[in-house]
């Protein structure tokens, strides 16, 4: 375990795989939702971050949290659809397949950012 960390690199928002050790000074302090999100806190630089395991991309998401007192409270459906846009290369050519709806969906996936992120 080193004394430094890559918080400060990272991104505000990344999918994360099973084996990545940028997280290893976070200690969790909160989970909500029944486990499915919780709020981390680095030992080392104070941030905190939000780890959720997130089906769409199959991995865990990372968020940077800046105001972690208003956590429970934190939405963070319009950022997971930005990254999801990003991270997908854009828009296909297709309709989503929601019902009714009109929107383009995602490269690779079968819904729209936010039928995807329902
Ligand atoms: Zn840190
Ligand atoms: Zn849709």
């Known amino acids: 375990m080193s004394n430094t960390c890559n ?10 795989d099973e084996t990545a ?12 939702e ?3 999100r919780s709020i981390h806190r680095c030992r080392v630089c104070g941030r905190h971050w939000q780890l959720a395991y997130w ?3 199959n991995r865990r ?13 934190f939405d963070d459906k319009s ?16 309709k989503c397949t929601w019902p009714e709806c009109k929107s383009f969906s995602l490269s690779g996936i079968l ?8």
């Open 55 to 57: 089906d769409i991309i």
């Open 79 to 94: 950022i997971r659809m930005t990254f999801l846009v990003n991270s997908r290369g854009g828009l296909s050519e297709e």
């Open 7 to 16: 918080c400060a690199h990272l991104p505000e928002i990344f999918g994360l």
């Open 21 to 32: 050790s940028v997280f290893e000074h976070l200690e969790m302090l909160a989970e909500k």
């Open 34 to 36: 029944g486990g499915v």
């Open 111 to 118: 819904y729209c950012a936010f039928h995807a992120t329902e």
């Open 61 to 73: 998401l990372a968020i940077r949290i800046d105001q972690p007192q208003e956590w429970s409270d």
